[in-house]
């Protein structure tokens, strides 16, 4: 059961990733993707009525684009400085990939898009609570060559209980319902059926007065779609924010459509700040590393099960798990050993206790929060794509295998292509020589078990690859051999035709069997007669005995198995 400890501050940063379509790649699977994200940019940010614009500048992505195109703010925190230290933490060609072009021919290896319509948050987390206001800091969307979208909330609050943090951070984020259950009033008999794990309400606000309203409990409108697509549909909230897009559906149409990737857990960034981090037990860690709600036990698994969970799921540089017994020399230094790092497969944590010397403060641009926004906000980016892009590639190779082999063989062509083309830009082991970068990157990328996706879609590409070489291969021999065919028979045809016509042969001939009393016509036939079957024997022979054996063998060599 949660502890009392306080929450001062947090931040939640959703980052949601989504397989996006556009019309003529549905259809064609061989569009450019350049010219597709071009597409989708267009649709998206055209017409006077769209809220999404596109953000030209990446490294100064925070920055909001006000009414008034002359004016120019940051949020708080916000400042040329922050944006420098965030460039200079990342490799070089990291760096490219992030605020350059990133690709040989000009074009931008994925497009910003962003939107300031959406301001707050109303949450109500069950029925009889009143609702609760939060700041809305950023909404965002990321499309990526590799056919990913990431939808990017920033949602930020302050003072709160720590159950409702917990309740909060794993609730908000739920895309879709997981199930209906009973809910029961106090003290009555009037119950229905409530989402498991989602809020009651969720409202976006915008700027206008306007407002877009979560649907969590209308039961027919996710059963009744899912018995027709066979896929979920977001809230209606969520599906606001995406808008133009509509959900894929198996429909081509002609319209810009997305595929949810994953479960209905949207991935969360985390950034809480303590009064008194110390209260905090065991139980409470493994609840904010799993986004897990508050609960009436001590531990949210069984004991057996969580035996490696500081291992697995926490760094612990900056983090003192035993009581402090300082000396005199050391009680500053102990005091700055209050902030952990916490990874799991949905989730990125900073909790911390802001106190001690500045860099850990959260106002200043080196402050730890300031890290959370830009540092960590692309080392968990670049971790989420890289999973997605993965989950992507895998969906194209099942559904490439349709239509005739020649269609199979020129649509894994093209994602073999643009598979070397992913490698190239996005699949990196190690984003930044800091240790601490560097660490937290591959603690990520190891509980969302990318390098094994890696694999297993690399493997899969490969054998699809040398099968089709192989059916390549088998064709033109088959090829090779009938042209050997009839070049053979040609030429013994015409040696043929070339030995009768050498009057030196077969004059001789005719003149002896004429002797024996034969005919003219009959001695020039059955000299005819003779030479094609003595041509035929000899060419027989050396087909059986010199040639079809080689070419036997070329035949039924298939494609190789390993």
């Known amino acids: 059961m949660p502890n009392d400890s306080a929450v001062n501050y947090f931040e939640l940063t959703l980052l949601w990733p989504l397989r996006f379509f556009v019309p003529k790649r549905m259809e064609t699977s061989t569009e450019n993707t350049g010219d597709a994200l071009d597409q989708l940019v267009e649709v998206m940010t055209g017409g006077n009525a769209s809220p999404w614009h596109e953000v030209k500048d990446t490294l100064v992505r925070d920055r909001r684009h006000p009414a008034n195109p002359g004016e120019s703010h940051c949020h708080s925190g ?23 072009t990133g690709t040989p021919d000009g074009r931008p290896p994925f497009r910003l898009l962003t939107r300031e319509d959406i301001q707050v948050v ?26 990913v979208a990431v939808l990017v909330v920033s949602i930020l609050g302050k003072s709160c209980t720590f159950g409702d943090y917990l309740t909060l951070s794993a609730w908000l984020r739920r895309s879709y319902p997981p199930f209906w259950s009973k809910y029961q009033k ?38 009744d779609s899912f018995e027709k697509t066979r896929t ?12 133009p897009m509509e959900i894929w559906g198996g429909v081509r149409d002609g319209k810009l459509r997305y595929q949810l990737l994953g479960d209905e857990r949207i991935p969360v960034m985390s950034f809480v700040a303590f009064s008194d981090i110390r209260k905090l037990n065991r139980g409470d860690w493994m609840r904010i590393a799993a ?35 300082p000396g ?38 080196d402050g730890l929060r300031a890290h959370f926004r830009h540092h960590y906000f692309q080392l968990c980016l ?30 894994i062509a093209v994602i073999a292509k643009e598979f070397a083309l992913f490698m190239d830009r996005f699949w990196v082991g190690e984003i930044t020589n800091q240790i601490q970068g560097k660490e937290l990157f591959e603690l990520q990328v190891n509980r969302l078990g990318t390098a094994k996706l890696f694999v297993q879609v690399k493997s899969e590409i490969d054998f699809v690859h040398q099968y089709l070489t192989g059916w390549r291969n088998e064709r033109v021999t088959k090829g090779q051999i009938v042209l050997a065919k009839v070049a053979y028979w040609g030429l013994s045809v015409s040696a043929l035709l070339s030995f009768l016509g050498m009057n030196v042969f077969i004059d001789p001939s005719v003149q002896w069997l004429q002797s024996w009393g034969w005919s003219e016509r009959e001695s020039h036939w059955t000299v005819f007669l003779g030479s094609c079957f003595s041509f035929w024997l000899i060419a027989q022979g050396l087909w059986e005995f010199q040639i079809k054996p080689g070419m036997r063998g070329q035949e039924h060599q298939g494609p190789s198995k390993s």
Request: proline content about 6%; some cysteine.
């Open 78 to 100: 916000e400042t040329p400085m922050t944006h420098y230290s965030e460039g200079v933490y990342f490799h070089p060609f990291i760096q490219k990939l992030l605020y350059g």
């Open 122 to 147: 109303q949450v109500t987390i069950k029925p009889q609570q009143p609702f609760v206001t939060y700041d809305v800091r950023k909404v965002d969307l990321y499309l990526f060559s590799s056919e």
């Open 186 to 223: 106090e003290q009555s008999a009037n119950d229905r059926d409530r989402p498991g794990f989602c809020p009651f309400k969720v409202v976006w606000g915008h700027n206008l007065g306007a407002s877009a309203e979560s649907n969590y409990d209308d039961i027919p409108f996710f059963t």
């Open 232 to 243: 979920p549909t977001p809230a209606k909230h969520w599906k606001f924010l995406l808008e």
């Open 291 to 325: 986004c897990e709600a508050s609960g009436s036990w001590h531990l949210p698994y069984a004991e057996a099960f969580l035996s490696d969970f500081e291992a697995k799921h926490c760094y612990d540089r900056f983090w003192s798990q035993k009581g402090w017994q």
């Open 328 to 365: 005199p020399m050391d009680e500053n230094y102990l005091k700055e050993l209050t902030t952990r790092f916490l990874v799991s497969e949905h989730s990125f944590s900073i909790a911390l206790e802001p106190t001690g010397s500045k860099p850990w403060s959260m106002e200043t641009d």
């Open 382 to 411: 670049l971790a989420h794509v890289q999973n997605a892009s993965l989950q992507v590639f895998s969906d194209r190779l099942a559904d490439s295998v349709r239509g005739n082999t020649e269609q199979y063989a020129s649509r």
